[in-house]
């Protein structure tokens, strides 16, 4: 799609329906292996935070399509050192034919964006992380065919994963419930934006109950309880969100034919258990495969590759 050459993706709210529908068609094309872009170019991959499924995913991404990828950890830049993110923008622009950011600050990919012409992809914020979002539409998409009168149930802490996936299910029209402790809701902003996008096509509900939430949905989802950068409140937070973890029993409530994600990493008897990480509802390792295949579909299109 012509539309999403130079383009970048800071929120999963800056892609249409359509764009979401065309990446997710694409995708499925390239993980058939019945289209293969060439994008000789360079991809940077601009990283303050730790990262194995998407600073991978990328750069194989590129692998496959002839491009290259440079590692710029942010302490090993100038930008560990204070140069401001105006300055480096403006450099990198000059080199890099795409930037992949992971930081803290969504205003950081926004700054960056602004002073920067080459597309700017948001590889997760605290605020955000439209990439994973993408690759589980994906997931969804292959075990269901359809989208249409399906429910999806978040349960755990109102973070990054929670507001791009309010965001992507209003997309494609997926009915979709977050369940988290009330400290712990997602954004207003964002559930008003989400509501906005879906209109009548699909419900959003915010709820604080975790087994009304679980009643017969199609896919039961959870991240950790403790994002990158809260470390530190990790052990305080087990008692609040132990009512919140996919186990068994909440399985049980679930349709039947529920699947389950989690965009990794998992802490194993924390928010999932064991024994449904690894059961046959599990979707964990395709949901993670599907991380490549969105993001060559992502990058392939806003670098205008050949087809
Ligand atoms: N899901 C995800 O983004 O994984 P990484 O933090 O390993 O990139
Ligand atoms: N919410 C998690 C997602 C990790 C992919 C975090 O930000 O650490």
Redesign the pocket.
Known sequence: MGALKGRDLLSLADLSTEEVLFLLDFAAQLKSGSVQPRCPKVLGLLFS?????????FSVAMGHMGGQVLDLNSNLTQMGRGEPVEDTARVLDRYLDVVAI?TFEQAEVETFAHHAKIPVIN??TDLE?P??ILADLQTVFEAFSTFDGLTMTYLGDGNNIAHSLLLGCALVGLNVRVATPQAFQPLPEIVAKAKEIAGDRSSITITTDPEQAAKGAHILYTDVWAS?GQEDKADDRVPIFMPYQINAPLMALADPAAIVLH???AYREKEISHGVMESSASRIWDQ?EN?LHTQKALLASVLGAEI
Request: glycine share 0%; proline share 5%; aromatic share 0%.
């Open positions: 935070k730790a990262s194995t499924r998407t600073r991978v995913s992971r590889a997760l992380h990439c994973q990158m965009c990794l990493p993670a991380r």
